[in-house]
């Protein structure tokens, strides 16, 4: 407390500043703004994916590059394909595959089709329409954000009495099984013209589907916003998640795609896949630690600049019995040497109380 009192406005103000800088800037290195980054935790991330995997004890993966489909047990993992920025490659979607088939569960979300190519080459029937999905009767908020309240009797679905798309599309599931579709009154909008017109039907469409591919599984959902945080506000949407991630040990979350992932979370994930950096990470802070051990001046200074004198600096202001009887000779030539010893006396035995010599 002393040394902060011994610090003046000026300096504390600057401080202070250093320090929210400082949180301000790890704040803006593990966190992103892209929509649907999982370092996002804004409205139109998924974040919350994180949160409900660790929640219900599941290992947490954030892949970002489809090597980690390779590296991860399949058995027993549940990776989570959110609104794909690019197109997967064929290696990338050779590796998808091979998850699927060797026991993993693949969950892709898509309302635009960019994922209808990957759903053709690991042998999935389902595809993505495209067009935007309507329904008029059951909807949250407005037409565009339709309530499917017709659910299967799934696990994954069992205790979801519903499901909110965000603007999302139907899916034709080609022999797949249905897991969630919307009420009779939904349509397709081919002309985007945001109402129903003529030519345009009525009917329950899918909006989730299931199917069985060698020792896997692919979930496949009309709406690639239907994951995101301000969706999983919506009961059926978070118990769909809950289900989904309990039912499994591990939740590999693809950002494989993702054009913004935050500094330091790459630099995390790269630090927890490379032995080598670990190394030299450990070995930098054992440097550092070995270097401020070394150089006890530096602290010092630092114990200095804050009113704290070390012992070393307190032994450089005191005097010896001898210098201290000159010095009281020189400054008092007045005072009897008796008065002198019981002066230099009352000194001295301030010194060995740990007082200082003024």
Known sequence: MRALRDLSYPRLLLYALAIVLGIGLIVGASTSGAAFGTYTHSWEGTSELRSEAQTAGAETIVATDTTEYEET??????????????????????????????????????????????????????????????????????????????????????????????YGTALAPNGADVLIQTSEYAYLDANRNQRFDEGETLGARPVMTTEEIGEGEVVVISD??????????????????????????????????????????????????????????????????????????????????????????????????DELRALLEAQHPDWDANRRERVMKVVMNQRKKGGKDD
């Open 73 to 166: 047990p399949a058995e027993g993992t549940v990776a989570v394909a959110v609104a794909a920025d690019e197109q997967y490659g064929p290696e990338d979607r050779a590796r998808l595959d091979e998850f699927v088939r060797s026991g993993g569960t693949l969950v892709i979300a898509d309302d635009v089709g960019e994922t209808n190519q990957l759903l053709q080459e690991i042998g999935a029937s389902t595809r993505i329409v495209g067009d935007p999905l309507r329904d008029e009767r059951e909807y949250h908020r407005s037409p565009a954000l339709p309530v499917a309240t017709q659910t299967a009797d799934h696990p994954y679905v069992s205790e979801s009495d519903s499901f909110t798309l965000n």
């Open 224 to 321: 690639s916003s239907s994951l995101i945080n301000v969706m999983l506000e919506r009961p059926g949407n978070r118990a769909f998640v809950q289900q989904l991630f309990a039912a499994h040990d591990r939740v590999l979350i693809d950002q494989s795609q993702a054009t913004d992932l935050p500094p330091l979370a790459l630099s995390l994930l790269a630090l927890r896949d490379s032995a080598i950096l670990q190394l030299l990470f450990v070995s930098g802070l054992v440097g550092s630690v070995a270097l401020l051990d070394r150089r006890p001046g530096w602290l010092r200074g630092v114990r200095a600049r804050l009113g704290r004198p070390t012992e070393v600096e307190r032994t450089e202001v005191t005097f010896q019995p």
